[in-house]
């Protein structure tokens, strides 16, 4: 089981696309049948939307490298969220060779902590080599099997990286001046101002200026520490503590076995979680408070304190639905049977109750429910603000109906038709991505109600910069603002920086696996930087990074 990066709603394993926000947890992949289904069983946990999984064909990786690739990237990021929220046996804890989530997230990515990056990181000869989008680079280390554990500082001015288990820093350009930090390390992250680093030795938990190091935790399972650097969250004796660094403020939130994390704030100060069958409000400093009993599941957890969450009658088991509104419960539903949406941004529900004469689905906004008309759908999803929602009505072989109806308070206004003959839709931000005529792996690309292309095989949005980036049959690369660009043919992989610009390789040869790398600014031609290059190294934003295992805590 993985949980939504976005509203963290489970979701089955092969199902890369949240059928709650329609988040994408990975890329997705137009090759799976589509699943058309009439009426959805209602449950807690939401069954896969019917989008097929995204998922970017990318060569082999040199036999001496680890595999890196975009669609790790969202699977490390859902299952940071997975880990979190089983904190911290499947969260913070290390299982023989299996990392915890801050040493997947800094093992298998780049990441840039601010601003928009100059660089570009990749393989060649084994070597990691780091460039500032010119012709070439410099060396940073000759090994492979660590290449991808570093991060650059938001000023650009150090890099952080960890050659053969020894941690170090230098100047991006100047390797050459590297300082060691600390040896047999196996996991870190560094500050925003890059002037600190906390990171994990032999099972013990560091924090250094780059001069002197000192000791948070011994025998710690797995961490993850602010933007700052001052708090620290870590796994330790089978429990997970919160501590402020530098001081002797170390709070205990609860045991492993029957802690479930529902939010945390980015500064690692409020928590709201479940222990046992209660669910409480902490903030660092203060006790515990609790907000219910007999809670047998938290549907969603806002910023603002705002929950939806279901009590189960322990002789009955007839379950009620409640909101909460960051002072006090109110009752919304008896008889609660599931729900099949909730909004990601504001708390809107669409659920079901059992009455005499079956089961009726029901809209809440806030406190406020009201039934709604509508009988043989699937897939609902709402937009992250509540105002709209999709789903699929009427069903054949030919693929299903997608309407779009406005939500009113506790009403949907306007339903209607939006395409019909679908496969598979999901939700980016405010653009509605279909896919029709699948087959094989390939699939007809419709977005916000225009055809895109045809034959076409993976796609990518890039929030930043609102835009969609496509692979055909063929291996050309396309991108997608109002109208179709494209960027190169016989492309192999390819990564989107978070400034927008893209690093792809091409001609990659079949015998040695390499080929040339080239870089697209978003207009004009795409020009060479190298050549033999077998692998791009993903670079990612530390801002999203923190907004994705924080944002919706």
């Not at 890196?68 to 859902?78: G, L």
């Not at 915890?100 to 601003?115: K, Y």
């Not at 002037?195 to 000192?214: F, H, N, P």
């Not at 697209?520 to 907004?547: C, H, M, N, Q, R």
Request: contains cysteine; aromatic residues 10%.
């Amino acid at each position: 089981m993985k949980y939504c990066p976005n509203c963290e709603k489970p979701l089955e394993d092969e199902a890369l696309f949240c059928d709650t926000c329609g988040t994408a947890a990975a890329e997705t992949d137009v090759s799976a049948e589509p699943a058309v289904s009439a009426e959805p069983a209602v449950a807690e946990e939401i069954p896969a939307v019917e989008v097929a999984p995204i998922e970017e064909e990318i060569p082999s990786e040199p036999a001496t490298s680890a595999v890196v690739s975009s669609e790790a990237v969202s699977a490390v990021v859902a299952s940071a969220r997975d880990l979190i929220n089983k904190v911290p046996k499947t969260v913070l804890m290390i299982a023989g060779a299996a990392l915890a989530v801050i040493i997947l997230l800094t093992v298998i990515l780049s990441l840039f902590t601010g601003g928009t990056p100059d660089h570009a990181l990749y393989i060649k000869d084994g070597e990691l080599i780091y460039s500032t989008l010119k012709k070439g680079g410099d060396i940073i280390t000759d090994e492979p099997t660590t290449y991808a554990m570093h991060m650059l500082s938001a000023d650009g001015e150090k890099l952080f990286f960890v050659e053969d288990g020894d941690l170090y820093w230098c100047p991006p350009t100047k390797p050459e001046k590297a300082e060691k930090i600390a040896g047999n390390v196996s996991s870190f992250l560094i500050n925003e101002d890059g002037d600190r680093v906390t990171y994990q030795k032999d099972g013990d938990l560091y924090q250094s200026d780059l001069k002197e190091a000192d000791r948070i935790a011994s025998d710690v399972e797995g961490f993850i520490v602010t933007k700052d650097g001052k708090m620290v969250m870590y796994g330790k004796d089978d429990a997970i503590y919160v501590q402020r660094v530098g001081k002797d403020e170390k709070e205990k939130l609860g045991s492993d076995d029957s802690l479930e994390l529902h939010y945390m704030s980015e500064d690692l100060k409020e928590f709201y979680f479940s222990d046992e069958d209660k669910l409480y409000f902490k903030k660092f400093g203060k006790d515990r408070e609790e907000i219910a009993r007999d809670v047998s599941t938290v549907i969603q957890v806002y910023e603002d304190g705002d929950i939806y969450y279901v009590t189960a009658d322990e002789d009955s088991g007839e379950r009620t639905l409640y909101y909460y509104n960051g002072n006090k419960s109110v009752s919304i539903a008896e008889n609660y049977s599931g729900y099949e949406a909730v909004a990601a941004e504001k708390p809107v529900l669409l659920f079901s109750v059992y009455e005499d004469d079956g089961r009726v689905r029901m809209l809440a906004s806030k406190d406020k429910t009201g039934e709604i008309d509508l009988e043989e759908i699937s897939s609902a999803q709402f937009t992250a603000d509540g105002k709209k929602l999709y789903y699929f009505s009427e069903s054949d072989e030919g693929g299903s109906t997608l309407c779009e109806a406005k939500v009113s308070g506790t009403k949907l206004k306007d339903a209607e038709e939006y395409d019909d003959e679908v496969a598979y839709f999901a939700l980016y931000g405010d653009h509605v991505v279909t896919r029709k005529d699948v087959e094989d792996s390939l699939c007809t690309l419709w977005i916000d109600g225009k055809e895109v292309d045809t034959d076409v095989a993976s796609l990518r949005y890039d929030e930043n910069s609102d835009k969609f980036y496509f692979m055909t049959e063929d291996d050309t690369l396309k991108m997608y603002k109002n109208k179709v660009k494209t960027i190169h043919d016989e492309v192999g992989s390819y990564t989107i920086l978070p400034g927008g610009q893209v690093l792809f390789l091409y001609d990659i040869s079949e015998s040695s696996e390499e080929g040339d790398l080239y870089l697209f600014k978003g207009t004009g031609k795409a020009k060479k930087l190298d050549d033999s290059v077998s692998y791009i190294v993903p670079v990612y934003d530390l801002d999203t990074l923190y907004e994705n295992i924080f944002g919706r805590y």
